[in-house]
């Protein structure tokens, strides 16, 4: 079992911090994230327990609180690469069969460019925003999801009011393609930023599901700004 990465271990309860130096003509943020990653406890628990990334512990911990991802359910990861969220949701649907008297669940992951094959996940390559896309991914599905769940990022542009706007604008083009693929009841997990510009996009959610909810899972970075939705209960 994997030790909770916020506990302390070794000589005096303190653990050794890797410090990089910066090399020629790289950017002091590129340096500062850099060890911020060697140094990420959730980074190194990822590793050990064969995650494709630290991102993979957000959904394992939004799923613990919330249970969406049950054998069975069938979800569509938008953005999946490069494949941490897919990792988790093979296992906790059952994507494999390998649990005897439980139902056997599909994972979908979509994505840009290509993905490293994950046993257990169908994965394609597909934009989402394209005309059809939503018929695309049902005939995948042999039918509507259950859940569909979006970790994607609109790529920074350094202003922050502008990265907010973005992913809000991300975050509710994804919503649009959910209320096209999801089940009655059905679950809707994305990324936002918190800024001030979320007021639009909660009151479309509370629109079309029963209850939604904002969460920072204990695996988002303290520094970072973002947090997630979980809009259960789609009125469909």
Known sequence: MAKNPTNNSG??????RVR????????????????????????????VEGYRGRAAFKILELDDKFRFLVPGARVVDLGCAPGGWCQVAVKRINALGVHTGK??????GIDLQEVEPIP?????????????????VKEW??????????????????HKQTDHLRIISLCEVAAYLAFDVLAPNGT??????????????????????TKVNNVKPPSSRASSSEKFVVATGFRG
């Open 11 to 16: 000589r005096g309860q303190r653990e050794l």
């Open 120 to 136: 257990g996940a169908k994965i394609h390559v597909l934009d989402f925003l394209d005309e059809g896309a939503d018929d695309q």
């Open 103 to 108: 139902r056997k669940g599909t994972i979908l």
């Open 20 to 47: 990089v130096k910066s090399a020629r003509g790289r950017k002091l943020s590129s340096t500062l994230w850099l060890q911020r990653q060697l140094n990420d406890p959730y980074v190194k628990r990822a590793q």
């Open 141 to 158: 599905l042999s039918g509507q999801a259950d859940v569909v769940m979006s970790d994607m990022a609109a790529a920074s542009s350094g």
């Open 188 to 209: 809707f997990i994305a990324k936002v930023l918190a800024g001030g510009a979320e007021g639009e996009l909660q009151a479309l959610l509370k629109k079309n599901f």
